[in-house]
């Protein structure tokens, strides 16, 4: 086990570099699709408020819409009907499902944001490790070891570039998420009031 653990720290961090190159794929493919998901989601969840708001609502086919704003309005439409009262509580219960929909995959953008620079940082780490080593092998002079920390730190920097963008994603992602399921929640509030 001794001699697994030696290999690995002398190996430098070329792979982990590899490995923050698949974090980096993954992030990416993770950013396009949930961008181009809440997108639809955002447009649906504008004309139906636009809708509502120019008191057209009457004439709203909510089947028409695709989007978490839709479903739950329509499952508003139900409850008004029943003539139930509009509860807060009852509606995060509602929005639930749809908040976990809207918000699917954006914990691989948190995660990445987080742990990236933290796997750079390992791979400095293991270079550094590779690099003094390397000095003790050969004998030779500090240049050994610059080289190979220059090397070394390139991990750090791979592992910040991956991080950024995961975070600044993952930031405004939720920011869409919260907009849609509040914007939501007020149409649902200004249809019962206006009701009354």
């Not at 490995?19 to 990416?28: E, M, P, R």
């Amino acid at each position: 086990m001794l001699a697994i653990l030696k290999a690995l720290a002398f190996s430098g961090g070329d792979w982990i570099i590899w490995a923050l190159l698949l974090c980096s794929i993954v992030a990416v493919a993770v950013i396009i699709e949930r961008g181009l998901f809440l997108k639809k989601e955002e447009a649906a969840f504008l004309a139906l408020r636009k809708l509502i708001l120019t008191g057209a609502e009457g004439k709203i086919n909510l089947s028409e819409f695709d989007g978490a704003s839709s479903r739950l309005l329509a499952e508003e439409m139900t409850e008004r009907s029943r003539k139930k009262p509009f509860n807060n509580d009852i509606f995060a219960a509602k929005s639930w499902p749809e908040k976990n929909l809207l918000e699917q995959r954006l914990l691989i953008l948190g995660t990445l944001g987080s742990n990236a620079p933290f796997i750079g940082l390992l791979g400095t780490v293991l270079g550094v490790i590779k690099a003094f080593h390397d000095l003790s092998q050969s004998g030779a002079g500090p240049e050994v070891v610059m080289k190979g920390l220059s090397e070394a730190l390139v991990t750090t920097a791979i592992g910040l570039f991956v991080a950024i963008p995961c975070v600044i994603a993952y930031n405004y992602f939720q920011d869409k998420v919260q907009k849609i399921l509040s914007g939501t929640e007020s149409l649902i509030v200004f249809l019962r009031y206006r009701s009354e």
